[in-house]
């Protein structure tokens, strides 16, 4: 396909030898082809899109002695079950004769509750935020402000206890309301017998 | 009345502007992109706010299906070369040369030691098969997934443990791959999550 055209222009008589003028248009149809063609191929074949993650940090397996153990005060804890059919049940500080409340993992169910006993602190946060956004306060300050503010005193305890009828999206759904409800200090724990006498006579 | 002549344009169409810009582009998606992890199972992933991204090298994947299968991956060739080796001798399996370079070439494998040879014997396309695919096991009586993250850990110290589920993995699974991750002190891991779109928060009253 290449076109290299020539002026094949007869020779006058005579005349000056003149050096053909050949010219220097080259078709670069196939090339542009090639090149969609690759770009084809590495839109297929790549990924753009880096993985959103979420950090997790379990507590350790080994024993932790009796002075070292944090105990959390019961006015503080909250405990959620996550149980079947994406249902959840919470309940605050010891688990009493009066049972759980449920709840859903909506923004006015779980949310609220959390917002509500974490209030204090969600507010602070917020406040802290905003001064970041106006002052352009850097990473590292913001980061170590927040967690200050996170780990304070009046900070609630939540336990996540999952049944096993619950789902790894129920779970993550759970840790993302920490998150989003500016909770340091969760764990996720066991369901222990206790607990699930509590929901036995919820689900079925 | 003279014939009216019609000008003879020519339709040669300069092109090097057009290659200018498929190449560009081109460039642009080597630098930018990299290539699909490819995975054995379709895994839909949680959605979550968390918007942390999660690096690309130095990473050991453990997967979970909605079936509970787990698969193991570890990224880099030369680890999965030294990582399959190892294996090899913790549960006295010896792979050849052909298989150990099989290895080498995949993402993520669930699978036993025992079946490890067949599996690594077959052909691209039966891999995919669900069937040739059981899963690693972590269960109390044999838990090859603790040696498979304990190998890959003294390969490469610096390598991030992250776990990509299905939404629909029940939890008793989750619990297990935890539980031997804390077995083996791994404390500290990633989840992978998608991120959450204006469709997922479903308004509910």
Do not use: C
């Amino acid at each position: 396909m290449a076109e290299i055209s020539q002026d094949s222009g007869s020779h006058k008589k005579g005349g000056k030898k003149r050096s053909k003028k050949a010219t220097t248009r080259i078709d670069f149809t196939p090339m542009v082809d090639l090149g969609f063609l690759l770009i084809t191929f590495f839109m297929l074949a790549t990924s753009l899109i880096k993985q959103q993650t979420m950090e997790i940090t379990m507590p350790s397996d080994k024993k932790v002695s009796e002075e070292n153990q944090t105990v959390a005060k019961a006015s503080q804890a909250v405990t959620l079950i996550l149980a079947k059919n994406d249902r959840v049940f919470y309940y605050f500080g010891q688990p009493t004769e009066a049972g759980v409340t449920e709840t859903d993992y909506s923004g006015s169910g779980l949310r609220k509750v959390l917002l509500e006993k974490n209030y204090e602190i969600a507010a602070q946060v917020e406040e802290l935020k905003q001064e970041k956004a106006k002052t352009k306060m850097d990473d590292e300050a913001y980061r170590k402000k927040l967690s200050e503010i996170k780990s304070g005193k009046n900070a609630p305890v939540v336990r996540i206890m999952a049944t096993n009828d619950a789902s790894y999206k129920n779970l993550v759904d759970a840790l993302d309301e920490m998150n989003i409800s500016s909770i340091s200090r969760y764990a996720i724990v066991d369901l222990d017998s206790l607990d699930s006498e509590l929901i036995r006579g919820r689900v079925n | 009345m003279p014939k009216v002549k019609v000008a003879r344009k020519s339709t040669w169409v300069d092109m090097t502007a057009m290659t200018d810009v498929a190449f560009l582009l081109l460039t642009f998606f080597m630098l930018t992109s990299n290539f699909v992890k490819k995975e054995p199972v379709l895994v839909y992933t949680p959605s979550s706010i968390s918007e942390i991204k999660i690096p690309e090298t130095n990473i050991m994947t453990v997967l979970l299906d909605k079936n509970g299968k787990i698969f193991f991956g570890i990224d880099g060739q030369t680890t999965r070369r030294d990582l399959i080796t190892r294996m090899g001798e913790k549960f006295s399996v010896s792979f050849t040369e052909e298989e150990i370079r099989q290895f080498t070439l995949i993402d993520l494998a669930g699978n036993p030691m025992g079946a490890m040879k067949t599996y690594l014997g077959m052909g691209m396309e039966q891999r995919e098969n669900p069937d040739n695919n059981l899963g690693v096991p972590a269960d109390s009586t044999d838990n090859q997934l603790r040696a498979w993250v304990k190998t890959a850990r003294e390969l490469n110290k610096d390598a991030r443990i992250a776990i990509k589920a299905d939404e629909k993995t029940p939890y008793p699974t989750i619990k297990k791959v935890m539980k031997t991750l804390q077995q083996i002190d791994e404390n500290r891991y990633n989840l992978i999550t998608r991120l959450e779109g204006p469709s997922d928060e479903a308004p509910k009253k």
